[in-house]
């Protein structure tokens, strides 16, 4: 019987996907495991996605987190046992739920996965990308004036003496 929180079923493809996902991020990423770290990671706003075990007893302890996830717009997905959640994360106890803060090498099953729950490819990732590296851009321009400026203050210092 399908648990309370479980709000759609996932294919045994999505969900491999999905397993192989928080496989490649724990390598190369940023992965936070348990439902606290997982909430905390929610309401931050930092998680890509969370996958969420569908076999956790009680259920109320992930039942929120789906619903945080629609609030905060990330995409979440189911995966049949916390026990593989946990293998897929290198442990060997279950895990309940985890959320992918940074991609690293799982971008491209990130977003396998995410095209294939929402039905739609993910432009939404690549403009935050986007937007990422131009605030990057935007704060190193003020540091290379400020450089600037030090390096003139110095050359008016040599001078006086």
Not at 132 to 160: D, F, I, L, N, R
Request: net charge positive.
């Amino acid at each position: 019987m399908a648990k309370s929180y479980v709000k759609f079923e996932v294919s045994k493809e999505v969900s491999d996907k999905a397993l192989e996902a928080v496989r490649l991020a724990r390598q190369s990423g940023t992965v936070r495991k348990g439902v606290n770290e997982v909430t905390k990671s929610v309401e931050r706003g930092l998680s890509s996605l969370v996958v969420i075990a569908g076999d956790v007893e009680p259920e109320e302890v992930v039942m929120h987190i789906p619903q945080l996830c629609e609030q905060k717009k990330i995409n979440y997905v189911y995966v049949p046992a916390k026990l593989d959640l946990g293998k897929a994360l290198g442990m060997n106890v279950p895990c309940s739920s985890v959320a992918i803060e940074k991609q690293g090498e799982a971008q491209a099953a990130i977003s396998d996965v995410v095209s294939r729950i929402t039905g739609k490819s993910q432009p939404a990732q690549e403009k935050a990308g986007a937007e990422a590296k131009h605030a990057e851009v935007k704060h190193e321009k003020p540091k290379a004036e400020k450089a600037k400026g030090h390096e003139a203050g110095a050359e008016k210092t040599e001078k006086k003496e």
